[in-house]
């Protein structure tokens, strides 16, 4: 008998809360926004029609550099060279060395060029001691340095 009993409280809990989920459900629905959704025309409006232009995604992956520096540790005068690769940059594209100074991204008067196989090496010589934070950027046609740069590389110099 008392597995009956219990057969019963189960059935008569899980009524009551089906019940008070689904008026919950009710009400929330009923207190919503009562505005109807716009329903689609088969006229066009003004502003979809000769205005609209679909804009195209791009097909290629933006371009990157990834840079690396060894040794990360020198002394001044000792050779440093920086080695990484790029995408989405052409073989022979111009590429230039900078380092910060005061707060601004200054040549060191090094380049290279992209090579086959997207790889570039770039060497160069501190005079002075200290940490230098290192880049690279391209270079557009005109000289000036372009919209892809490399991350940053710190090398101290003793």
Known sequence: ????????????AAGTLSAALLSTGTAGALA??????PTP???????TTASHKPVPMPTSTMASISLTAKP??????????F???????????????????NGKWVAL???????TGSSFAISTTFKTKGTETVRVASLSRAGKVGKVISNTVTVTVS
């Open 109 to 115: 008067g090094a380049t290279g060029k992209v090579k």
């Open 41 to 47: 025309s088969m006229t066009a409006s003004p502003s």
């Open 1 to 12: 008998m008392s597995f009956n009993r219990s057969r019963r409280a189960r059935a008569l």
């Open 72 to 81: 990360t540790s020198a002394k001044v005068g000792q050779t440093v060279v």
């Open 83 to 101: 080695r990484g690769r790029t995408k989405g940059l052409k073989v022979g594209s111009p590429l230039l060395l900078q380092h910060l100074k």
């Open 32 to 37: 919503a926004n009562a505005k109807p959704s």
